[in-house]
Structure formats: C-alpha cells, structure tokens
Nanobody
Framework: QVQLVESGGGLVQAGDSLRLTCVASGRTFSTFAMAWFRQAPGKEREFVTTISGLGIRTYYVDSVKGRFTVSRDNAKATVYLQMNNLKPEDTAVYYC????????????????WGQGTQVTVSS
C-alpha cells in the first residue's frame, strides 16, 4: 500500500507560479512511476505528467510543456510539480498518483491516488 498526500495548491493570478508537493508513505517509493493528473469542474480527470522511478525520464501533456516541471526526491519519498506561467485553464484539482510502469497516461494505470489539492488561477 502507498498513501499519497498532496499540498501546495492555492489561488493565484495568471502568470504566477505554484509548486505542488506529494509525499508518499512506504519504503518502496523509488519503484513507482509517479504522475500528476488534474480535474477541472465538469470535466474528466486528465493526465498532466509522469516521472520514472529514478526520476530520469519525464513526459508531459502538450498543454503544459515548457511551463510545468515534475521532479522527485526518492530519499524524501516526495514528488513535486513546479507550475510556472499559470493560466486560467490550469484551474483544477490536482492529484498525484503512483503506478508500476512509466509512460502510462490512463487513470487505470495508477493504483494509488492522493486526495487532491485545488489550484485556482484567476485572469
């Protein structure tokens, strides 16, 4: 079992930055690929980014490339999402997730989920 707890969301203006943090329990954190998803009001949950177990490989959805950066610190069992130049369309609840394989973008590929953190970007 892996428990995930996100933090760092908030209300910001367009162009601002936020850093989301996801802390995991358990001793096998480095064996999991980690991902961030988001869900805007009235929309389905969508994939944002994923990072491999050792943090060597990353993949992003096109809409956040060049603005968001995912990273992880396995010693702290933590994954981060640095979000720069935020736009109103980034407004959503952001979830971190843990899965067994890298480069998966489907919700069903991830067995463990956090509770989510709200990010609101005003124009």
């Amino acid at each position: 079992q892996v428990q995930l707890v996100e933090s760092g969301g908030g209300l910001v203006q367009a162009g601002d930055s936020l850093r989301l943090t996801c802390v995991a329990s358990g001793r096998t954190f480095s064996t999991f690929a980690m991902a961030w998803f988001r869900q805007a009001p009235g929309k389905e949950r969508e994939f944002v980014t994923t990072i491999s177990g050792l943090g060597i490989r990353t993949y992003y959805v096109d809409s956040v490339k060049g603005r968001f950066t995912v990273s992880r610190d396995n010693a702290k069992a933590t994954v981060y999402l640095q979000m720069n130049n935020l736009k109103p369309e980034d407004t959503a609840v952001y979830y971190c997730a843990a899965g067994s394989a890298y480069l998966r973008t489907a919700i069903n590929d991830y067995a463990f989920w956090g509770q989510g953190t709200q990010v609101t970007v005003s124009s």
